[in-house]
């Protein structure tokens, strides 16, 4: 799996979740709910500027794509629940 197709997976997640309970969730929990379009957003901005670069610059992309975005595919795989070689746990 490529990193554009990692952040776009979590993407995915973050956009088609569905929150039971989310009427009486904590505020942190809450807090939560409401920042997952800001995030699912980032991260498709990540991986659209990847996707760009592939494209420019296939070299620099092999060579640091996935560095240019660590705290992003970090987020990614925390939703995702893989680890940082992008394999599932």
């Known amino acids: 799996m490529s990193t554009a197709e990692e952040l776009r997976a979590a993407v995915d997640i973050l ?3 569905t929150f ?3 009427m009486t969730a904590t505020p942190a929990v809450a807090a939560l709910i409401r920042a997952r379009e800001p995030i699912a957003a980032l991260l498709e901005q990540a ?3 990847l996707e760009l670069l592939a494209a420019q ?3 620099l992309y092999e ?3 996935a560095s240019l975005m660590t705290g992003q595919l970090a ?3 925390a939703l ?4 940082s070689d992008g394999s599932s746990r």
């Open 15 to 17: 956009r088609n979740a």
């Open 20 to 22: 039971r309970g989310a």
């Open 47 to 49: 991986a659209v500027g």
């Open 57 to 59: 610059d296939p070299g």
């Open 63 to 65: 060579a640091h794509g």
């Open 75 to 77: 987020i990614a795989r």
């Open 80 to 83: 995702r629940g893989s680890q």
